[in-house]
Nanobody, 126 residues
Framework: QVQLVQSGGGSVQAGGSLRLSCAASPYDYSNMYMGWFRQAPGKEREWVAAVCIADGRTNYADSVKGRFTISQDNARNTLLLHMSSLKPEDTAMYYC???????????????????WGQGTQVTVSS
């Protein structure tokens, strides 16, 4: 059974930084993609960033490029999201996701992922 357990998040003023963590079990180095999504009230779930665990390739949504960094701590089977220069529009519930299907491109749609974390709130005040 796949488990994704999130931690981190919280409240910060605009311009501040936060870090999200997602501990994954199992953690398949050979065939695993992990990503971060977010969902604000009344809006659809939005892809934020994703990584191929096997080779470290990353991809980012334009809205967070240059401000957010997705990384993997393979020693701890953990996915990280470092968020800096936060804006009020970054306020949302953030979810990590994982999938184990072989793909050529890094998946970016919610339907591309089969497993989800419990979500963690990020609130950015102006």
């Amino acid at each position: 059974q796949v488990q994704l357990v999130q931690s981190g998040g919280g409240s910060v003023q605009a311009g501040g930084s936060l870090r999200l963590s997602c501990a994954a079990s199992p953690y398949d180095y050979s065939n695993m993609y992990m990503g971060w999504f977010r969902q604000a009230p009344g809006k659809e779930r939005e892809w934020v960033a994703a990584v191929c665990i096997a080779d470290g390739r990353t991809n980012y949504a334009d809205s967070v490029k240059g401000r957010f960094t997705i990384s993997q701590d393979n020693a701890r089977n953990t996915l990280l999201l470092h968020m800096s220069s936060l804006k009020p529009e970054d306020t949302a519930m953030y979810y990590c996701a994982a999938d184990f299907r072989a793909r050529r491109l890094i998946p970016t749609a919610p339907t591309d992922y089969n497993y989800w974390g419990q979500g963690t709130q990020v609130t950015v005040s102006s």
